[in-house]
C-alpha cells in the first residue's frame, strides 16, 4: 500500500511526457512535410547566433519593457525547472527533498526560486494587464480574435496557478518545519512564502497542512504536466522552437532572396545556342514531378519555414512593423505565419485520418491567405527585423508571389506592364533601351 | 544642366584596352526617370570631380531584373541576370558602384551564384570613401546650419546593414543632422520596395509615404536626404501631399554633396 503513491506518480510520469513525446514526433513529422533546405553550414555562427537570441534574448530587449519582462519570465522558468528535478526523483522514490543535505546550497537555491517566483507572479500580471486591459494594439488584430487570445491568456493563468501552488507548498511545508513534523526535514529558506502565504496557514492543524502541502505538492507537478502537453497546442511552443529556429534562420543578408533552381535550369537552356528547340524532353529515370514554381501550399515550403510557424509566438512585432499594416493594409506578416501552422496542422491531422494525405481541395494561398495581403508587402524586412526570434515572414511572402505570377499569371495588371516592358525594353517603363544615355546630356 | 559631364562608355574603355577602376550601372531609374537622372548627373560630376576613372554600359546595360524578381517574377529576373552578366564578364568587370540600393543589392547578393560575382557598392559607400581617403574633398559650408534628415533605403539598411557609410557622408557637410523616431533597423519603407513603385497599393487607410513623409517632417528638417531613387519620388510625393515642397526639399546624397 506504500508504495502507491510512487505508482501513482510513475504513471503520471510516463503518460504526460508520453503523450508529449507522441505530439513530437507529430511535430517533427509535419516540419518534414517541408522540401529539403540546407542548413548545415557554418555551424559555430549559427551556434552563435542561437546562443545569442534565443538563449540570450538579444533581439528581445529591443523593446525594453516586454524584453526586460519578459526576461524575468524566461529565467524564472529555466530556473525553476531545477526544483522539478527534486519533485521527479521525490515523487518516484517516496523522499521528500532529496536535496535537503546540499545544506546551504539548499537554502540558498530555495530562497531564489520563491524570488524568481514571485517575480514571475508580478510579471504575469503585468503581462495580463498589457493584453487585457491596456490593450496594446499589436495585441488586438483580426487574426488574434478568438482562440490566440485565449491562448495567450490561458498561459498566463496557467503560470499563475503554478507559481501559486509552488508557494503554497512552500508555505506548508516550512509550517511543517516548524511544528517538527514526521518527514518535514529542516531545510530550505521560505523569503517569500513565509509572509505572503504562511499568515493564510499557521493556524491550520499538523493533518491538514500535511493534506495541504501534498494537494499544492500533487496539484503541481500535475500542472508542470498539463502545461507541458499544452505547448503543442500552443504559440507557447516557442519556449522549446526558438532554439532551432534562430539555429537554422538565414545567414545570408536579409535582402538575398535565393535563386530558384529549376528556373536556371530552364533559363540556361533557353539560352542556350546549341540546344535543340524541337529536341522531345529528356526522359529521366523514374516518373519525376514536373517542378512547381514558387509556393501555394505548406508543401511547397521549406521545413525551416515550416519550423518558424510553429515557432512563432504571435508576439506581433514583426506585424505593428510592417509598412502596409501600419497603413491599414490587410497585410500581416504574424497571421502570414498563423496561417501557414493552422494549414499544416489541417494537413498532418488529414494524414493522421488517412495514412497518408487526400487532396482536400483546400490550399495555404487562397484559403487562408488572400491574394490581397501577399500583394501588399514592399519587401522591406521590417518583419524579419524584428522578429525576436529569426523568423523570416517574406521568405513566404515571395514565394507565393512567384506561384501567382509563374503558375497562375495571377499579378495585378500594371505589374504585368512592368514585366512585358523589361521584356521587350529592358527597363520597367516603356523606353527604347537605346536612350539609355540620355540622361547625360538633359 | 549645362556642365559638361564627362561619362566614358565600357565598350570605348575596352576598345582603347583601359580598365576603369570602377563601373557605374546607371539603372533602369537613373536612367529614364527624370528625377533620378538628375541624380545620376550629380554622382557622375563627383567622379569627374575627384577624377575617378569610371564607364558606363550604356545601350548595353539592361535592367537587373530585380523589380521582376521581387514581384515574383523569377524567371524574368534570371533571364536578365544572366543577359548582364555575359555583358559584365566580358568585359571583366571587377568592381560596380550604384546609386540604387535595389540594383546594389541584387548585383551583390544575387548575381553571384548564376556566374556574376563582383565587388559591388553603393554610391554613398563609394562617396564615403573618396573622402576618408582623401580623393574629395568637401569644400564650404552650403549646408551649415541647415537640418538634415536621413531616410535609410530598406535595400540599404536592413537589406545590408549599411547604416554608417551615408550619415558619415552627411556628416562632412557641417549640417546638422537630426534622426527620425524610426531609423536605421527600424526605419519606415518609403512605400516603394518589392514592385510597388509600379502597382497602385491594396486598399487602405493611407499610403506608406505620408506616413514616412510625417516621421521625416517631425524632425523639423530643411532637407530630407535620401540614397534611393524610388525612396526620392516617394518622399517627394509625400512632401507634396503635406504642402511643405517650399520649406523641406528631397535630396540624393550624390546632389548635396555634387552642389556643395
Not at chain 1, 503518460?15 to 516540419?31: C, E, Q, T
Not at chain 2, 575617378?52 to 524574368?76: P, Q
Amino acid at each position: 500500500m506504500q508504495y502507491i503513491p510512487n505508482i501513482l506518480f510513475a504513471v503520471l510520469l510516463v503518460a504526460g511526457v508520453g503523450y508529449f513525446s507522441v505530439n513530437v514526433r507529430k511535430l517533427i513529422r509535419n516540419i518534414k512535410l517541408g522540401i529539403d533546405v540546407d542548413r548545415s553550414d557554418n555551424k559555430p555562427l549559427r551556434l552563435k547566433n542561437m546562443l545569442k537570441i534565443a538563449l540570450g534574448q538579444t533581439k528581445m530587449v529591443r523593446r525594453p519593457i516586454a524584453g526586460f519582462l519578459h526576461v524575468i519570465v524566461y529565467v524564472g522558468f529555466i530556473i525553476i525547472n531545477i526544483e522539478v528535478l527534486e519533485i521527479i526523483i521525490d515523487g518516484l522514490f517516496g523522499t521528500h527533498r532529496i536535496f535537503a543535505p546540499l545544506g546551504a546550497v539548499y537554502d540558498f537555491l530555495i530562497a531564489s526560486f520563491e524570488v524568481l517566483a514571485f517575480l514571475v507572479l508580478i510579471t504575469v500580471i503585468i503581462f495580463w494587464i498589457r493584453r487585457n486591459v491596456i490593450k496594446i494594439k499589436r495585441f488586438l488584430s483580426s487574426e488574434m480574435e478568438g482562440w490566440p487570445k485565449s491562448d495567450g491568456n490561458i498561459i498566463l493563468y496557467f503560470e499563475v496557478v503554478l507559481m501559486l501552488l509552488f508557494l503554497t507548498m512552500n508555505a506548508a511545508d516550512f509550517q511543517l518545519q516548524n511544528l517538527g513534523a514526521d518527514h518535514y526535514v529542516k531545510a530550505g529558506s521560505f523569503p517569500i512564502s513565509s509572509w505572503m502565504i504562511l499568515p493564510f496557514i499557521e493556524n491550520l492543524s499538523e493533518s491538514s497542512l500535511v493534506l495541504l502541502e501534498r494537494t499544492a505538492w500533487w496539484l503541481h507537478i500535475t500542472g508542470i504536466l498539463c502545461f507541458l502537453n499544452y505547448l503543442y497546442f500552443s504559440k507557447h511552443l516557442h519556449i522549446l522552437l526558438a532554439f532551432p529556429n534562430t539555429y537554422f534562420a538565414k545567414l545570408t543578408p536579409n535582402g538575398k532572396f535565393p535563386n530558384s533552381e529549376a528556373v536556371t535550369k530552364e533559363v540556361k537552356l533557353m539560352m542556350d545556342p546549341d540546344a535543340d528547340p524541337f529536341a522531345a524532353p529528356v526522359e529521366t529515370e523514374g516518373t519525376e514531378e514536373v517542378a512547381k514554381f514558387g509556393a501555394s501550399d505548406v508543401t511547397d515550403l521549406n521545413w525551416v519555414q515550416l519550423l518558424s510557424a510553429y515557432t512563432c509566438t504571435e508576439c506581433g512585432r514583426c506585424t505593428s512593423e510592417c509598412p502596409a499594416n501600419q497603413t491599414g493594409k490587410k497585410l500581416s506578416p504574424r497571421k502570414i505565419m498563423m496561417d501557414t501552422r493552422d494549414r499544416l496542422e489541417e494537413v498532418g491531422k488529414n494524414i493522421d485520418a488517412n495514412g497518408s494525405f487526400v487532396a482536400d481541395g483546400k490550399q495555404l494561398l487562397g484559403d487562408y491567405i488572400s491574394n490581397e495581403e501577399i500583394w501588399a508587402c514592399t519587401t522591406c524586412n521590417a518583419c524579419v527585423e524584428a522578429c525576436p526570434v529569426s523568423i523570416d515572414p517574406l521568405s513566404i511572402i515571395n514565394e507565393m508571389r512567384q506561384y501567382l505570377v509563374m503558375e497562375e499569371s495571377a499579378a495585378p495588371s500594371e505589374l504585368n506592364n512592368m514585366m512585358s516592358n523589361i521584356e521587350n525594353n529592358g527597363a520597367p517603363w516603356p523606353y527604347n533601351q537605346m536612350d539609355r544615355l540620355n540622361w547625360i546630356n538633359e | 544642366m549645362s556642365e559638361e559631364l564627362k561619362v566614358p562608355i565600357m565598350a570605348n574603355c575596352f576598345a582603347e584596352g583601359k580598365q576603369p577602376e570602377i563601373l557605374f550601372w546607371v539603372g533602369s531609374a537613373g536612367s529614364f526617370d527624370d528625377r533620378a537622372k538628375k541624380i545620376s548627373r550629380a554622382f557622375v560630376k563627383i567622379l569627374n570631380k575627384a577624377n575617378v576613372e569610371f564607364a558606363v554600359l550604356g545601350t548595353e546595360e539592361s535592367c537587373t531584373g530585380d523589380i521582376a524578381k521581387r514581384a515574383g517574377n523569377e524567371f524574368l529576373f534570371q533571364m536578365q541576370a544572366i543577359t548582364n552578366i555575359e555583358v559584365l564578364n566580358a568585359y571583366e568587370v571587377k568592381r560596380i558602384v550604384t546609386c540604387d540600393p535595389h540594383s546594389f543589392n541584387c548585383l551583390k547578393n544575387e548575381y553571384p551564384e548564376l556566374g556574376g560575382a563582383y565587388d559591388v557598392i553603393h554610391h554613398t559607400q563609394f562617396i564615403d570613401e573618396l573622402i576618408s581617403s582623401g580623393r574629395l574633398i568637401v569644400e564650404g559650408n552650403t549646408y551649415k546650419g541647415k537640418k538634415i534628415t536621413f531616410h535609410d533605403p530598406c535595400y540599404l539598411g536592413r537589406a545590408n546593414n549599411e547604416y554608417s557609410s551615408p550619415r558619415n557622408v552627411l556628416a562632412s557637410t557641417n549640417a546638422t543632422i537630426v534622426e527620425m523616431k524610426r531609423s536605421k533597423q527600424t526605419a519606415l519603407c518609403c512605400g516603394a520596395g518589392g514592385a510597388q513603385m509600379f502597382k497602385e497599393p491594396e486598399k487602405g487607410t493611407m499610403d506608406i509615404n505620408v506616413l514616412r513623409t510625417e516621421d521625416a517632417l517631425e524632425t523639423k528638417p530643411n532637407i530630407i536626404a535620401t540614397g534611393c531613387p524610388y525612396c526620392n519620388t516617394m518622399l517627394t510625393d509625400g512632401v507634396k501631399f503635406k504642402n511643405k515642397e517650399a520649406e523641406v526639399s528631397v535630396l540624393d546624397i550624390a546632389e548635396l554633396i555634387a552642389n556643395s
